[in-house]
């Protein structure tokens, strides 16, 4: 079976992260149904009002808009997971739910967006109650994506360590979830518009050549959260994505 050898490595004093230019980008620019998914392990929790970004699809240049960011919060001292988005009419949405991380673990993390319900877990279970947008996602073409950018502010770059990031134009199910948790090896799915298993490389696995390029100089770690990949038999794990 094939192992899980590296992880990416991002340090917040260098400002790295990975990311690909929104004119090079496939599909990654969803408005419908939604999941963003990985692994993640802090270096550093978020001082109060920072965050630690996972993965972000922005408009870095005039106008800002953030088709979708997904992120570890600090609010006052209060943690949470959070998404937030900014639509062409400036309006927004950041909804989220506490949740208290801790440093040098690995958390699987995930979101979904069905419609106007939001939903966050951690290791497949369900973090606090669905929370509800009120106003409509939008995409700006001109929108990069990016594994651990900072949306804006310099104290908001991933500190720590990521690996097996996906975005899914589709509702993953716990139970996708936890095979994910498993070790399941993602690729060759329908519905993902982007999958990077990060190890020791940038390549997108989906079929949309999404590859992503490292900024700051990032490294690639020998800390992961699983070691060996559990290859996929037949069509059952992503059943309700086909």
Not at 20 to 37: E, F, H, S
Not at 132 to 139: A, D, K, V
Not at 188 to 199: P, R, T
Request: net charge negative.
């Amino acid at each position: 079976m094939a192992t899980n050898t590296y992880s990416l490595s991002l340090s917040l004093a260098s400002s790295q992260y990975a990311g690909i230019d929104g004119a090079a980008q496939t599909g990654l620019g969803i408005t419908g149904d939604l999941t963003l998914i990985g692994f993640m392990n802090l270096s550093t929790l978020p001082g109060a009002g920072q965050q630690r970004v996972l993965a972000i699809m922005k408009d870095f240049g005039a106008t800002g808009r953030v088709t979708y960011q997904f992120f570890v919060n600090n609010t006052g001292g209060v943690y949470s997971l959070r998404l937030y988005h900014q639509n062409s009419s400036d309006l927004n949405d950041n909804v989220g739910v506490a949740w208290t991380p801790s440093t040098a673990t690995w958390y699987l993390a995930c979101v979904t967006v069905s419609g106007s319900s939001v939903n966050f877990y951690v290791d497949a279970s369900q973090v606090g109650a669905t929370q509800t947008l009120s106003n409509t996602r939008q995409h700006n073409s001109n929108s990069d994506f990016a594994l651990g950018r900072s949306g804006g502010a310099a104290n908001d770059y991933m500190d720590g360590l990521m690996d097996e990031w996906g975005v899914y134009g589709a509702i993953l199910s716990t139970t996708q979830q936890s095979n994910i948790l498993s070790g399941y090896d993602q690729r060759d799915v329908a519905s993902s518009s982007g999958y990077w298993q990060l190890n020791n490389g940038y390549t997108d696995l989906s079929g949309n050549s999404n590859t992503l390029t490292g900024s700051g100089s990032p490294t690639f770690s020998a800390t992961v959260p699983f070691a060996t990949y559990i290859s996929l038999t037949g069509a059952s794990f992503f059943l309700n994505l086909i």
